[in-house]
Each structure stands twice: as structure tokens, then as C-alpha cells.
């Protein structure tokens, strides 16, 4: 007989609760931040920033290797036996430190067989505190047990003394070097703190672990790590091919989009991570498009929010200065619903019920699909809105791919 999903429970409540109370501060923050940065900065300069970030995005995502959502189900399905957790931290632990030091040798190469990177070279170094960050802070580890608490209160911590930083010590366009400097001290101070709640306070060990643990969690993690780059290809593709074939102020106005959607669906995010341990635990696949209908109503209330404060928030946010990128973001906002029906099928879905090889497949023809689309685009220098929209299609295109093969198996075996 099947166990009934229950979607709410007091861990349930708790973890919404801490997890809206961080992208509380994650929105608060960058509103203080972002108009600052564009005015102290400039555009042109701040989007070379971002620039820099999204092609270090690529290294982001082969660090992380899909590990955390296979490291998390893995801590929630053994959270009494320390001993196993043990070994997934210290598995993960082993593979992503290796990683890094491949990603530091794939950087050098395309520093060096570009010469427009040249000049680039220590802000890329720099950046590369975002693959630390995803290597070593293990979010993962709270969210198995569901204890979303320290992850917001390290967050909330690191972040807050980040923002105070950025006000006090970058004043003018030559300071920009410390943008990434800052964040990297709140990055190492995250992952000291969170090491020392997971193996002093927890008692977490880090365990010895064979050769054949870490092959085995690479191949469980290859199917998401190839998904993760496919999906992510389109906000990183998009900018870089932006910014060479357009400019790095027109890289901004994309970035202020995307900043913009990050925030209108908070909401989404929270119940995906929220509810991942619990569908990877309590398999209740009659209740899944409950669950679906939900997210999409959810999405929708949050684009008609977005369409009606868009003007506002471009204002804001861009100082009075970016006005002319709001036909751009109402196009962003439009992303809202595709991207609830995106984080269903594929978190909450496919992947807890083991269907990692189809999301696989999907994924990975997305982004050759997404790749194809933004190259073309960027030989026949289109426009700006080209690429905003082209992302929009992308984002459909997926969603009904990832809705044929999950409804297809949900007919099949629990006859909905």
C-alpha cells in the first residue's frame, strides 16, 4: 500500500520557515548592494564582473558534479548511522577537492589561449572562490537532515558582514578587484563554521573511503552533473555570448533580469528544497501532479506579482539608471511558470524516483539545443531582447520534454 504524502509536518514548517527567512535576506541584500555597485562601478565594468562570474559558473558546476542532490538524498536515507554519513561527506569531500584542482588547471589553459583574458587574469583567479565555496560548504549535509536552520543562520552571518563590507571599502571603479575578495573571505568564514557543526558538534568522522566509493558516486552523480550543465548553459552561455558579441553594459541589463526573476521565484525554491528529502524518503507518486498544480499556481501568482512591480524594481535596483531594460525583464518575469514546472519534474520527480538516465537525456539535448540556439545568435550579433527571448522558448522547449517523460511514466504505473 502506498504511504500518504503528507505535505506538511513540523520539520516541514521549520524548514520553510528558516529558508524564507534566508532568501529574505539573500532579496534584501543585493537591493542594498546592487544599485550601489552600478552607480560606484558603472555598468559597463559591473558587467564585466558578471561576465567573469558566468564563465567561472562553468567550473562551478563540474566541481559540484551533481554530488550535492545524490549527497543529500544519501544523508537523509542514513541520518542515524553516522559512520555512513561519514563516508558520504568525506566521498564528496575527496572528489570535489580533486576537481578543483583540475578546474585551476582548465582556467590557466583558457586565460592563456585567449589573449583578450589576459588583462582578466586576477579577477578570474579571484572568482574562483565560488567553486571553493561549492566544493566545501556542505548545504547539502543540513538539508538531508532537514535542519535548514544552520544553513540559514551561517548565510545570513557571512552575508551580512559582506554587504557591510562592500559599502566600507569599494568607492570608486579601481576598488572593483575587492568585490570578489570580499566574498571569498565570507565564503572561507561559511566553511569553517559549517566544519566545525558537522564533525565537532555533530560528530560527524570523516572516514576512509575505497576507490570503489568514489566511482560508484560519480557515476550516481554523472547523470545530474550532465543535467545541471545543460540547464545552467543557458543563464551563462547567454551572457558570454552576450558580452562578446555586445557589450558588457548590455551584460548588466541581462544580469538585473536574471536578478530580478532569482527574486519573484524564491518561493519555488524553498518548496524544492523543503520537499526533496521528503519525496526521496516517502515515495507518494499518486499525489505527484498535487504537487505539480501547486507549483504552477504558485509560479503564476508570482509572474502577475513581477509584471505588476517590474518598473519598480528595474528603478530601484538599477539606480534610475538601467529604465531602458524593463521590456527585458517583463520577458524574464514570463520565465516564472515554465521554471516551477522545470524544478517539479526534474528535483522533485524524476530524480527521487530514479529516473536520473531520462533527465539525463533530456537535459543534455536542451542544452545542445541551447547551445545552438545562443551561437547562432551571437553570429548574427542579434539584439539583446533576442537572447531574452530565445532564453524564454528554451525554457518551454524543456518543460515539455521533462512533462512528456514524467507524465508518460505516471500514467503508466500508477494509472492517473
Known amino acids: 500500500m502506498l504511504r500518504k504524502f503528507t505535505f506538511i509536518d513540523k520539520a516541514l514548517l521549520s524548514n520553510i520557515t528558516y529558508l524564507g527567512l ?23 565594468l559591473y558587467g564585466e564582473l558578471v561576465y567573469v562570474q558566468s564563465i567561472v559558473s562553468f567550473l562551478v558546476i563540474f566541481v559540484g558534479f551533481g554530488l550535492g542532490i545524490q549527497g543529500s538524498i544519501k544523508i537523509s536515507l542514513n541520518r542515524l548511522d553516522k559512520e555512513k554519513m ?56 543540513f538539508q538531508g537532515i532537514e535542519q535548514m536552520k544552520w544553513i540559514t543562520i551561517l548565510s545570513v552571518l557571512t552575508r551580512s558582514i559582506f ?8 568607492n570608486s571603479p579601481e576598488d572593483y578587484l575587492l568585490y570578489p575578495i570580499a566574498h571569498g573571505i565570507g565564503a572561507m568564514a561559511t566553511i569553517i563554521i559549517s566544519f566545525y557543526i558537522i564533525h565537532v558538534r555533530h560528530k560527524i ?42 557589450s558588457f553594459a548590455d551584460v548588466a541589463v541581462y544580469d538585473l533580469g536574471e536578478k530580478i526573476l532569482t527574486i519573484l521565484r524564491t518561493p519555488l525554491s524553498i518548496l524544492s528544497q523543503v520537499l526533496l528529502p521528503k519525496t526521496s524518503r516517502i515515495k507518494a507518486p499518486v499525489n505527484s501532479l498535487a504537487i505539480r498544480n501547486m507549483m504552477l499556481i504558485i509560479g503564476m501568482v508570482l509572474t502577475l506579482i513581477g509584471l505588476a512591480s517590474s ?9 534610475g539608471e538601467m529604465n531602458g531594460a524593463w521590456k527585458y525583464v517583463m520577458v524574464f518575469i514570463c520565465y516564472i511558470p515554465f521554471h516551477a514546472l522545470h524544478s517539479f519534474y526534474s528535483v522533485l520527480f524524476l530524480i527521487p524516483y530514479g529516473r536520473q538516465n531520462v533527465f539525463m537525456r533530456i537535459t543534455l539535448l536542451i542544452g545542445i539545443f541551447t547551445g545552438t540556439v545562443f551561437y547562432t545568435m551571437h553570429i548574427f ?3 539583446l531582447l533576442y537572447y531574452v527571448i530565445g532564453g524564454l522558448m528554451i525554457e518551454m522547449f524543456s518543460v515539455l520534454l521533462l512533462h512528456y517523460q514524467a507524465h508518460k511514466l505516471i500514467k503508466l504505473k500508477y494509472e492517473l
Request: some cysteine.
Open 22 to 44: 534566508l532568501q529574505l535576506v539573500n532579496i534584501i541584500l543585493p537591493l542594498l548592494t546592487y544599485p550601489y555597485l552600478i552607480h560606484t562601478l558603472g555598468d559597463s
Open 86 to 141: 561519514g563516508e558520504t561527506l568525506s566521498t564528496i569531500y575527496i572528489i570535489k577537492t580533486f576537481f578543483i584542482i583540475v578546474a585551476f588547471v582548465i582556467l590557466s589553459l583558457i586565460i592563456e589561449l585567449n589573449p583578450d583574458y589576459h588583462r582578466l587574469k586576477l579577477l578570474f583567479y579571484l572568482s574562483m572562490w565560488m567553486c571553493f565555496y561549492d566544493a566545501y560548504f556542505p548545504g547539502w549535509y
Open 163 to 170: 554587504t557591510l563590507g562592500i559599502f566600507l571599502i569599494i
Open 205 to 246: 568522522p570523516l572516514k576512509y573511503v575505497s576507490k570503489s566509493q568514489i566511482v560508484n558516486t560519480l557515476k550516481e552523480s554523472s547523470p545530474v552533473f550532465i543535467s545541471n550543465l545543460a540547464i545552467n548553459s543557458s543563464s551563462s552561455l547567454s551572457k558570454i555570448f552576450v558580452g562578446n558579441s555586445l
Open 311 to 319: 518598473k519598480w524594481l528595474v528603478s530601484f535596483l538599477g539606480s
Open 381 to 383: 550579433h542579434c539584439p
